[in-house]
């Protein structure tokens, strides 16, 4: 990985953009927005709506399709410390705020893979928070390109795949103990069960659950939950289901409580996602393994 100096220091002119240009299509007629959701993991592919700052509970990968990122790693000073780049992988609970002219995708990486720790070794530039322009950046550009024009299962299996790069072979890191948990906080993320019941599954104290949860996770139990049943609720609203069901669903204890926890995580309301209209694409875990 390649540091050099801060890019910070010397705000947007801090990095050149990433000499991609020829992967950055014309921006095309205005599409219905990409949903994509497989296992623990989801993509978005659409305008960008202007993001507030906000923390996501997993890894990030971004990255712009039309033009380039204005990403503000400080997002408490965001004039002071913004960048520019095609791509990005932004570590989780790190504060933050973008913007992009066209289109942008968002991958957001399954939280027990080694997965994001392997983008962030292959970013070209490091900084607190983030890694900045992938080394095979071009790759991952025409594949967004080619779910854009073609959105489908195919088309979003192989930005899965991709996803999984090089940690592919690698074991889990998770620790045999949570491994469950996490799966079963994915499938029923609506359970309101305490943190003691959850402690007590895996065999540990309270503050011995908390503490490993989050030194193998990065984030704390509940906002891991918190993003398990915003999956939930974007799956069920994009599908059809009214709001309130969904959140209700999901363990939220209402429309409003689910829309303010919303834009915390992902920096834009819920009503301007589903308002885009958004293609929903469900794809089989089983057959991402077998790819």
């Given at each position: 990985m390649k540091t050099g100096s801060d890019p910070r220091q010397a705000g947007a002119a801090a990095?050149?953009?990433?000499?991609?240009?020829?992967?950055?299509?014309?921006?095309?007629?205005?599409?219905?927005p990409i949903l994509a959701a497989w296992g623990a993991q989801a993509l978005y592919l659409g305008p960008s709506f202007g993001l507030t700052p906000h923390r996501n509970a997993v890894a990030v990968l971004a990255f712009a399709l039309d033009d380039t990122l204005h990403l503000a790693v400080d997002a408490r000073q965001p004039a002071g410390g913004i960048v520019r780049c095609r791509s990005a992988l932004i570590e989780p609970a790190s504060l933050h705020a973008l913007h992009a002219a066209?289109?942008?995708?968002?991958?957001?990486?399954?939280?027990a893979?080694?997965?994001?720790?392997?983008?962030?070794?292959?970013?070209?530039?490091?900084?607190?928070?983030?890694?900045?322009?992938?080394?095979?950046?071009?790759?991952w550009l025409d594949a967004l390109a080619q779910l854009r024009r073609q959105p489908g299962t195919a088309a979003a299996q192989a930005v899965l795949v991709r996803s999984r790069g090089r940690a592919a072979g690698q074991a889990s890191r998770i620790d045999?103990?949570?491994?469950?948990?996490?799966?079963?906080?994915?499938?029923?993320?609506?359970?309101?069960?305490?943190?003691?019941?959850?402690?007590?599954?895996?065999?540990?104290?309270?503050?011995?659950?908390?503490?490993?949860?989050?030194?193998?996770?990065?984030?704390?139990?509940r906002r891991?939950?918190?993003?398990?049943?915003?999956?939930q609720v974007v799956q069920a609203v994009a599908a059809g289901q009214s709001m309130t069901q969904a959140a209700l669903d999901a363990g939220f204890a209402s429309s409003a409580?689910?829309?303010?926890?919303?834009?915390?995580?992902?920096?834009?309301?819920l009503s301007q996602l589903i308002g885009s209209r958004p293609q929903l694409i469900l794809i089989d875990g089983a057959a991402v393994q077998a790819a």
């Open positions: 990095l050149p953009e990433t000499g991609c240009a020829e992967h950055a299509p014309a921006a095309p007629l205005r599409a219905r066209g289109d942008c995708a968002f991958l957001y990486l399954d939280a893979s080694p997965a994001w720790r392997t983008w962030r070794a292959r970013c070209r530039h490091a900084m607190a928070g983030a890694g900045l322009e992938l080394d095979d950046e071009a790759h045999a103990r949570l491994a469950p948990l996490l799966d079963a906080l994915l499938q029923a993320p609506g359970d309101e069960s305490g943190i003691a019941p959850w402690a007590a599954r895996a065999g540990l104290s309270v503050s011995r659950f908390q503490h490993l949860f989050k030194a193998q996770t990065e984030v704390p139990f891991f939950r918190l993003w398990a049943r915003m999956r409580h689910l829309s303010t926890a919303f834009r915390d995580m992902f920096g834009l309301s």
